[in-house]
Nanobody, 124 residues
Framework: QVHVVESGGGLVQAGGSLRLSCAAS????????MGWFRQVPGKERDFVAV????????DYADSVKGRFTISRDNAKNTVYLQMNSLKPEDTAVYSC?????????????????WGQGTQVTVSS
């Protein structure tokens, strides 16, 4: 079992930046694919970014490409999401997730462990 806890959310003006962190604990000795997702009330959870175990491969939703960067530090069991040039439409609860299977996927249902989420609000 892996537990993940997000932090770093908050209120920021449009054009600003935030860095989210996702700290993993528990059975972290085995490799995991890590992903970030976001959700607004009344809508389904959307894929944002995913990163491989070694960190060499990543993928992004089209809506965040060029603005967001996912990275990981396995020595610290932490995954990051650097968000730049934020827009009001980026407002959502951002959640981190871990996947035991190492194949890449953007489907939330393919991830096994989830954090509680952190709120990101971008004002116009």
């Amino acid at each position: 079992q892996v537990h993940v806890v997000e932090s770093g959310g908050g209120l920021v003006q449009a054009g600003g930046s935030l860095r989210l962190s996702c700290a993993a604990s528990g059975r972290t000795s085995r490799p995991y694919v890590m992903g970030w997702f976001r959700q607004v009330p009344g809508k389904e959870r959307d894929f944002v970014a995913v990163i491989s175990w070694g960190g060499s491969t990543s993928d992004y939703a089209d809506s965040v490409k060029g603005r967001f960067t996912i990275s990981r530090d396995n020595a610290k069991n932490t995954v990051y999401l650097q968000m730049n040039s934020l827009k009001p439409e980026d407002t959502a609860v951002y959640s981190c997730a871990a996947r035991e299977e190492l194949g890449f996927t953007t489907s939330p249902s393919s991830f096994d462990y989830w954090g509680q989420g952190t709120q990101v609000t971008v004002s116009s």
